[in-house]
């Protein structure tokens, strides 16, 4: 049957309908990802127009009158969606889409992205002034229509699954809830602990690194890792990221600080993690419905696997920290490699998300997970965000904002809309290490592998179990299937407590 | 009635169907940059199918069944095309745009890319082995095509007609006939009597200059023109080329060669002519059917203007000289500036087009125009180019290819089916003296400014004869506008004469 539907008219449409979607979302990518490395300003005007058009065609494409009936025929045709081929699972995922673009009202898709836009502006000032009160009547607008939004999926388990469907899917509320509550007394003890230890000198890590040279390691350790320069390129930009303009394509960003030896290399290795996912989607589903990742918590669960697991690990230091010192002898020839594991791997409290440690980043998701299921089921409102940010930073972190653009103003995402959005990053660190202990149960000699620079069996791994699925199983399925259980965090925690007990001597 | 008609729904549509268009041809333009100067290898595959489909949106949003009657309807309302107002020209350059693109049957449009690509393929092959006769069938294929094209066109004077007004609206085969016929004697004997004088020394100019300085001195040069680094950009390609996505972003490309203290210099200034140029196009016209140049020769006017007429004269190098002797003290400390001057400005015939100087430039235009002329007029057969290439090369410039790959296969134009295009070259040479002397005689204090370094009389006056009006009108309306003629070689043979007598002593 499989070869057949292949080669119905109605796949044959679908395929086409799929390659020309794909190619408009890369075309726009591509956009992007010029305009923050390198348009010049004066570009800003035009540009946006020209991505708004890219936008309004794939609308218009997606949501044709005829669509639907298409999907609905193509559905019977194609009977069960969960099979396993290829031809069920990308019209689940091309019907997915369709259904997630149509059930949105024109009008209440328009006012979304009118207001994200004036939120984003608004949010940017605030945090410049750090006053909270400019971002306020925005955040509440966007809580007001993304209520709205859910609604459009009733009938829902929680109101907040809608939401975090658009990023997990599949995923629902009450699963990231109990994974979270098991997640959040382990963490806060194991904090408890550190606390109570010596703090770690790692003053080493803020001397002055060339940036030049800082390039030179990060792109050393990103080739050994087996990402392909045929198919990428590394750019700075102002923030770190990674996009991709189809198989053949995938690029990453990053920046270089002269004051500090890991952001630069950390963040490479981390977009590093995301494009070598992207890279190892099966080539079958270039231009596809299935070319894609099968959600942003495996996607995080790939870049956090190169960052920590491997890039923060003792045996990858054993064999790079020779090439470091040779770099940087003025700041590392008097200090040792286990000085400089224990530098990189220091546990400090700190206030912002994207600058935290292994031991504390959960714990800036759980609170912004907190306060998201709040806003949407309505027990906490927008007008005491700064108040409930900083107790709560108290409670799980022992320290307190000193103004709201360190504290509640400190990310983009509420600003643009997005809701459901932060625990696929808390998700994807759970994954990495459910991930990397099957693998390594699988192959003892992953980590001597790693003290000799070699990546081969990690990336093959990852290529077997994850990358080159695409968008094909959604996410648990994904995790059943490479190690035989969904999301848990009871590996993460194992892991968290074996490595910071050695460091800490806990 | 302007202001009436500025506000009709017909007008309105006209704007908006004409700002999508420049959308998608910017997405298209931005596409092409970044494949040439960022894209990986890995990319061309899935960037080639996005790049058509921008090509086939553009096309399906051009010829819609209801464009025509569209067309038709607005003409009535506006009346005269050729009136001065913005309203009625944007009427003409759409509605001109809209029948090229739809006297066009799609069979043949189709059979045109399909040949082309081939043909495109081929000529690379052709060239690397120096065999014409790998290229010859798909050239023959090309010829035939064209002249399917130009027969849609009929009545016409001369069946090149319709291809040289693809590439210079309005322009006849007959006037540039009359025009290089007046051009070639005086060429011809100018070019003699240079061959009679001592040959220039100018053996420094093939030293080792070191990129990096190049590149310095080369983004002084452009920044002192007045080139607006705020809406554009300055990168490296194996072919230096201008383009731009808009008016707020037109970036320039050029390449460093090691072994050559002029190539990428005047390149960098011919490429930042051209910017100028759409750099200095009215802001109203911004997303406007009037966003565009007036024509080919009008768009090389501007970068001849700025790479020989001020980059490669004495006033110039008095001003910059020094800084160039301060990047490249080992090859320039011990050459005055007279000498210098004198070597940039050699004369010497080459196999080369785009190597040749500003003396002999234009004879490798007239030649491949008598050869596209013949080829369309069927009185030069393909089988036979690379014998009458290497004649009319040994009567013009007293050189011959020592084989194909140096001679009829060196340009890439014929192969993308552009017939019709290489008199445009020369064209713009032609008009770039006539505007200099028109705005010398208006600003007799220029030379000297120039030898100040100082450029913003020569910017101001090309904006305001001729950036500012986009494509508003065709080329000879602009040439009679700013000058008082069309373009005619009288003024070029002066200031050939004057230069060359100068330097060699004629």
Redesign the interface.
Known sequence: MTEELNQSPKMQKLLELS??LL??G??GA??GW?QQV??????????G??SA??GR?MHEKLTSDKTGQFFADLEKEVGDLNAETDEARAVKVAKRLYEKQTKVPLPLLMETIKATTMAHEAWMEARAQSDFSIFQPHLKKIVDLKKQYADLFKPFDHIYDPLLDDYEPGMKTAEVKEIFEKLRPQQVELLREIAEKEAIDNSFMGKYYKPEYQEIIGRDVITRFGY??????LDVAAHPFTTG?????VRITTRYLENDAGSALFSTMHEAGHALYEQGIDKKY??HPLNGAASLAIHESQSRLWENLVGRSKEFWSFFYPSMQMLFPENLANVSLNDFYRGINKVEPSLIRVEADEATYNMHIMLRLEIEIGLMEDTIQVKDLPEIWNTKMEDYLGVTPPNNAQGVLQDIHWSGGMIGYFPTYALGNLASVQLWDKMVEQHPNIPDEIAQGKFETVLGWMREHVHRFGSKYEPQEIMLKATGSKITPEPYMKYLRTKYSEIYDL
Do not use: K, S, V, Y
């Open positions: 390659a020309e190619d408009l890369h075309i591509l956009m010029d390198n348009m010049p300003r004066g570009g800003a005007e035009e540009r127009a020209q058009l890219i065609i392909d320069w045929e198919r990428g390129r303009f189809g198989l053949g394509d270039q231009r």
